[in-house]
């Protein structure tokens, strides 16, 4: 029998906040379905930047501007320092 194995290299990067989007392409077509049939709940993983969670929620108002019963985002954090940022922009001014 014939047997293949493939390489997959990944690189971690525990101490570094890459300044990249957490959706890829292929996401954001699968939000735009997902808002189209009216989901409750949309979760984002590889949440790195509190800017991940603002563009989540600015592309649900792009893909529903009428604003009609928005999802709640469930986000997977992946770094502490998102955890701080979120709080420092939750706190009342």
């Given at each position: 029998p014939h047997t293949s194995s493939t390489t997959q290299l990944?690189?971690?990067?525990?101490?570094?906040?890459l300044q990249i989007s957490?959706?890829?392409?292929?996401?954001?077509?699968?939000?735009?379905?997902?808002?189209g049939i009216g989901v409750d709940w949309i979760a984002l993983s590889f949440v790195q930047r509190p800017e991940d969670i603002v563009?989540?929620?600015r592309l649900i108002m792009e893909y529903n501007p009428q604003n009609m019963?928005?999802?709640?985002?469930?986000?997977?954090?992946?770094?502490?320092?998102?955890?701080?940022a979120l709080i420092l922009k939750l706190l009342p001014k």
């Open positions: 990944t690189v971690n990067t525990p101490d570094s906040i957490c959706l890829t392409p292929k996401d954001r077509v699968d939000l735009e379905y997902m808002l563009e989540i929620k019963c928005p999802p709640h985002v469930m986000a997977k954090i992946e770094k502490p320092s998102v955890s701080d």
